[in-house]
């Protein structure tokens, strides 16, 4: 007969470190990953020292000086590791309230993460995880821990029997588990760090041209329309990248291979050599539904890719370009779109700066007039010339289209769908595109009446979208607002409604508004 001893907490509590260090690296590499900017460690500190009270925060320094911070994180570990240890106790002793403690503080990480000042839509994804992946974890090794007790007490074999030594190595192998993932997490973090703050260390050359300026009769000022040139932070942002690439200048390179007589490779450096161009395209998604926002206009800085194809003289039987990111998405454009005389380029600028990592930092090609899923690669690293019967890209292996021009389409912003308005004198106002066909007239019908021309804002040219408006005296009751546009080949928008599959929408945007 064993002798009754209270049962010893020390593997319960190792259990819970364990799981707790798995669960924090996991925090910290998904947090890397997804919301470079905040880390559920991070997230927390930063809301403590938010909330100390003054007097706290002036005995930290005094203590600790510039240290305070790594202080304050390692004071948030160990608190972490007493909570963690007392949650493995509670686990073996009560379960499942280990488990629910671990799941709350993950819960109680991401609600602050969530609310951080810089928190971005993923900010509450890392802790969440962590805590669910805490909960799982302290569930196996609490109970593994109560089991190799047991099997101790009933063999007596001390300290060396089996089942002990079982779990200590699955605590060991769980923690380092979650050593390497922080560790891991800390250097994707520090990567995004790095690229950020070389792009903003870095200052364009002037453009060897400019774009035309934006004549003052572009932008018709009316509350709700959508600015002519769309800032960077409202750009749309389109991508198959879960984890934004983080490419640094040095690093990149762009090679032309393929059917030339001569491979081309160009570097950052020799990039910003040549003269650089500036203008101003529309970007379209191929995904924009009819009165989508999928849609963003900026000045973009450049070198024309006719150029660069004409150093490496494509085949004359080539009649596709297959640019490849650096994390192997493809696009598949027609040659032609990237020799003939249009505004297709490599991309370093955007609306005055460097491209926004998201936006493909540091070169990206924009083409006017095709939709981004076979023009607009981001983070382009390589253009193989090539044939439409020889290789496909990522999204015509999809099912998408092969050629993907962009669609006469417009757009309703003012007033906005289901919106209320008093009656008499308003604005109808909204944009109309066409790239590199461009956009001759807007016409706008309320209910079932005649077609009434809206007034045009100038276009910057063809290779953007316009703003158009028209006056509306609007009676009580409710409306239905319809827009077409008419393009510079005189051809009039369809209103036959296709889906965005599998080479964008088409059909009349309408609103529905309420006047009282
Ligand atoms: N590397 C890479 N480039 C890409 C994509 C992508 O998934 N990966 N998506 C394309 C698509 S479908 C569009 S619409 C545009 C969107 O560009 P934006 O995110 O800068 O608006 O990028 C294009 N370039
Ligand atoms: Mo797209």
Known sequence: MPVVTRPSPLLPALAGVASVALAAGAGELVAGLVAPASSPFA??????????????????IAL????????????????????????????ARRPPWGRFLVLAVGIGGAIVAATRPDASVASWFPAALAGAIG???????????????????RTDEGPADPGRRGFFVWAGAVTATGVVLAIAGSAVRAGAQAVTAARDAIRLPTPASRAPAVAAGAELGIDGLTPVITPNADFYRIDTALVVPQVSTSDWSLR?????????TITWDELLALPLEESITTLTCVSNEVGGDLIGNAV??????RELLALARPSADADMVLSRSIDGFTASSPIEALTDERDAILAVGMNGEPLPTEHGFPVRMVVPGLYGYVSATKWVTELEVTRFDAATSYWTDRGWSERGPIKLESRIDVPRRSASLSAGDTVIAGVAWQQHVGVSGVEVQIDDGEWQQATLASAISDDTWVQWSLPWQAASGTHRLTVRATNSDGETQTPDRADVVPDGATGWHSVEVSVR
Not at 43 to 60: C, N, R, Y
Not at 74 to 90: N, P, R
Not at 300 to 305: A, H, M, N, R, V
């Open 256 to 264: 032309i291979h393929g059917m030339v007589e001569q491979e081309v």
């Open 300 to 305: 973009w800085l450049g070198y024309p890719i």
């Open 135 to 153: 909960a799982i974890a302290i569930r196996y090794l609490a109970r593994s821990a109560v089991r190799s007790r047991e099997a101790a007490a």
């Open 64 to 91: 600790f000086g510039t240290s305070d911070k790594i202080a304050l994180l390692v004071g948030i570990g160990i608190v972490a590791a007493i909570l963690a240890a007392g949650a493995g106790v509670l686990e």
């Open 43 to 60: 997230a927390v500190g930063g809301a403590l020292i938010d909330l100390a009270p003054s007097w706290a925060k002036d005995t930290a």
